[in-house]
């Protein structure tokens, strides 16, 4: 078995991407509503800010910043991806279950880059925010509805046409 190693520090900024078991599901988008609601309901448990963040069909990327004392990003993760299943359930949406009776919607783990430095914080808000275009969901990064991008144009800190022509492959942004 594989040992995990994470990097927890008190207040640290982090890049995570988390996704779906299956990843040729659109779960993630046609429940959207529910999984904004379970990650507002652990920033009012257990605060934390989301520096930017991208709901794609089967997974999702996120930077955030934990508080000074705090260090735990799995405790949150785990909290809102339970959140979300249970949710599915609730609402009649079939949930399958693996061999350890655990539900059979998201990977069992999540990827986490510890932030070092504003340039790679820029690095990775820009892959974020270009995610959308990347795997071909949308022409520009402002054509895609779930994303902070929309949060940085309205606060004046990207222009509305940001990424619009731009080649992933010379710029690789972020991974």
């Not at 260090?71 to 009649?92: E, N």
């Not at 790679?120 to 022409?139: E, F, Q, S, T």
């Not at 054509?143 to 492959?169: C, K, M, N, T």
């Amino acid at each position: 078995m594989v040992l995990y190693r994470r990097n927890y520090i008190a207040g640290g900024t982090f890049f995570f991407t988390v996704a779906l078991r299956d990843r040729s599901s659109d779960l993630l988008v046609r429940h959207v509503e529910l999984l904004r609601e379970c990650v507002a309901e652990m920033k009012r448990a257990r605060p934390f800010d989301i520096d930017a963040m991208v709901v794609m069909p089967d997974h999702l990327h996120a930077v955030w910043t934990l508080p000074p004392d705090d260090h735990d990003y799995s405790g949150r993760w785990r909290a809102i991806k339970s959140g979300f299943v249970r949710g599915l359930t609730k609402s009649g949406v079939p949930v399958g279950r693996n061999a350890r009776s655990e539900a059979d919607v998201w990977q069992r783990r999540f990827w986490e880059h510890t932030i070092r430095d504003e340039a790679d914080l820029n690095r990775h808000l820009d892959y974020i925010h270009y995610n959308p275009v990347k795997h071909g969901h949308a022409a520009r990064p402002v054509d895609w509805p779930h994303s902070s991008i929309h949060r940085f144009i309205a606060q004046g800190l990207l222009d509305a046409d940001w990424g619009a022509g731009v080649d992933f492959e010379k710029h690789g942004f972020g991974e």
